[in-house]
């Protein structure tokens, strides 16, 4: 059964720093690995998508990676801002429906 | 970009009622549908995955008597929680997904808040 697990569970940085937020899962048989975003009390927002052939997808800011052998994937904040604070979800597919790590909670702090 | 909806967006209901939740994908046809549960922090469980004409797919633990599904079209999938109490009282996602090609990616809807009083 996969899991995922995401590291740190929270985060708090000051503004304009990059950090990583870390991504883990048990079973390297994917087809996909996706990155969401999450504010309180809303829905989730679809930040990249890393199909299973590919090693990393860039969007503005955010950067990802995936390295399947090793069941892992890195989101790369460059630069934060205070609007970037909210919950990111990690989420993997296979022959199963996209199942999500619990999240890490980030804070960055003007 | 895939656009998913759900109604209602949020209700509240008195316990024992039942409720339908209803998701539908705007601009793609969706072969698979899926229902999630998000507990207040806690990360999105799957209930169940439905294919259109169907009977969904249940996870363990979820019963399927109380949490009706059914994928009547390529578009519109409906949640009915039955005999609703306050511990039913969740945040329910819907997520969709055309698997005519890849990369077989899952569209999720808004989201509906549902208080059981």
């Known amino acids: 059964k996969q899991e995922v697990t995401q590291i740190p569970a929270a985060l708090s940085v000051p503004e304009g720093e990059n950090l990583v937020l870390n991504c883990s899962f048990t079973d390297s048989a994917i087809y996909n690995l996706q990155w969401f975003r999450q504010d309180p009390g809303k829905g989730l927002t679809s930040l990249l998508l890393?199909?299973?052939?590919?090693r990393e997808q860039t969007s503005g800011r955010l950067n990802a990676s995936l390295d399947k052998s090793s069941g892992r994937s890195t989101l790369y904040i460059a630069a934060s801002q205070p609007g970037d604070s909210a919950t990111y979800l990690c989420a993997v597919s296979g022959n199963t429906p996209l199942v999500f790590g619990k999240g890490t909670r980030l804070s960055v702090i003007a | 970009g895939a656009v998913v909806s759900q109604h209602p967006s949020w209700v509240i209901c008195k316990s024992g009622t039942s409720v339908k939740i209803e998701c539908r994908s705007l601009?793609?046809?969706?072969?698979?549908m899926f229902w999630y549960r998000q507990f207040p922090k806690q990360s999105l469980m799957l209930m169940a995955t439905?294919?259109?004409?169907?009977?969904?797919?249940?996870e363990q633990g979820v019963e399927k008597d109380k949490f009706l599904i059914n994928h009547a079209s390529l578009t519109l999938s409906t949640l009915t929680v039955t005999s609703a109490h306050p511990e039913d009282s969740s945040f329910y996602i819907c997520?969709?997904?055309?698997?005519?090609?890849?990369?077989?990616?899952?569209?999720f809807g808004p989201g509906t808040r549902l208080t059981v009083t």
């Open positions: 439905s294919n259109e004409g169907s009977k969904a797919t249940y």
């Open positions: 997520s969709a997904r055309d698997d005519q090609g890849a990369p077989y990616e899952q569209y």
């Open positions: 890393i199909q299973s052939s590919q």
């Open positions: 601009d793609f046809q969706a072969t698979t």
